[in-house]
């Protein structure tokens, strides 16, 4: 398998040479997913700070489940793909374990999580989201390749709410006459979209990925699959008959899209070149309203942008008044016992020493911390999940708090780096939600063992600490802020 630089695009020409990335150029982050030979993962170039989607594959895998010609297609097709409706390809490389593919990152998730999250799309969402993914094929099939498992698993989402088609390893190439009559090819795809050329003829074509168009644009205004049945068998009964309800409920420029897009007859598709190709698909009454000329500037609908944030913690400030938490008894006699304790000359800096691993306790960092020992920490650090989102700063405290705001409680990963820096994250998703920005007016407030607070010029944190240490974070940052800032 080639190895190779930026957009190898296999040419003759004499290019100047590129230096090859490896693995250690980059940072790598929390998995974005899996398929059955790859896992990807979030990854920033060290020297540039730029984020990519790796995609990582075993080699020996690869070649015990003899993928190689699929791995070497996908590679070849992405390579030659520079859309903003698909993952973008911007290297490969390899060590003797792993192929490595940069891809861009598409954040948001895919259209399935995302049509199953709503029920089904409205008319509009449908229209416009059926409208990207036409483009993107009419941009696939005018370079004469032709997707052939075009899927709602397969289109991705930016951070923008734009599609981004992946996965083309079974993607094909094709010659001019292919394209009118396609040659014979082996089953690829996925039952509920498969056509039924592929199925009879074992052939695929441009009007292939258009069937799957229709199948996708009738999942999205219902929700369900217009060919569903227990097995694969019986899918492939109702696909070779043509067999699907169209509900009443589906606008009639949409009954009629879809109905000339599941035609058994491949060459009488809407699209496909026999049957006035993308002009003729393009102007259908149904995307009557899309700008095909501002398409890929155009705004996500409205619900879509809410689906994407919906997730995450906007910068709305915290109502503190509704805070009801109690006052903890026993933390007010800790914190008497403290206050006589400092009066004594005694300190109370014991009771509060950070111990655990995630913690460097003592904030003496690169002011005390020899050389050594912060290349100690930093080595540790790099065996961690959480290293990627440091950036290359040593984490001073890191944990898992409960981030209050009015009614909701969210779940977040608290990161606490050199700079300083105080970041929270989603555990799960492993997406960045927020920063609480640090100044010398920033503020702790302990408020019991497991609640503090952070205030900030503009907003009040209110935080939970479940392990009852609200007093060693309230610590950590006070310290941290008397290194940065001084004394108030
Ligand atoms: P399969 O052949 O089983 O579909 P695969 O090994 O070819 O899988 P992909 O489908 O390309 O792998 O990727 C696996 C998963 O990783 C995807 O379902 C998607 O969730 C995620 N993923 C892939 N590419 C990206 C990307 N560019 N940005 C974000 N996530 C991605």
Redesign the pocket.
Known sequence: MAENGENSDGGQKTKPPIKKKRPEDFRFGPI???????T?KLACEISTGREF?M?I?EKRHIVKEKKVPQVER?KKVLSRLDHPFF?KLYFTFQDPERLYFG?????KG?LLSKIKQLGKFDVDCTRFYSAQIVSALQHLHSLNIIHRDLKP??I?FNDLMQI?I??F?TAKEVTESDLETPKASSFVGTAQYVSPELLKDKQAGVSSDLWALGCIIFQMLSGKFPFQAPNEYLIFQQILSCRYELPDYFPDDAKDLITNLLQLDPLKRIGCPTCGGYDALMSHPFFKGINWDTLLIAPAPQVMLHLADNSSDDEENDDVSQITDNFDQVFMTELKKQASEKRKGRGSDESLALSEPDDISGFGLSACMSEEERERWMRKQHQSEWDYFAKGKLILKRGQLEKKRKLSVKVREFILTEGPKLLYIDPVSKEVKGEIPWSSELRTEPRSFRIFYIHTPNRTYHLIDKTNNAMKWCKKIDEIKKFYFGRK
Not at 32 to 38: A, I, K, T, V
Not at 103 to 107: E, I, K, N, T, Y
Request: proline share 0%; no cysteine; aromatic share 4%.
């Open positions: 974005l997913g899996e398929g059955s030979y790859s990807v989607a995609k594959l996908e993952v891809l861009s990152v598409a954040r895919e698993e397969n991705l981004q992946t996965d390893g």
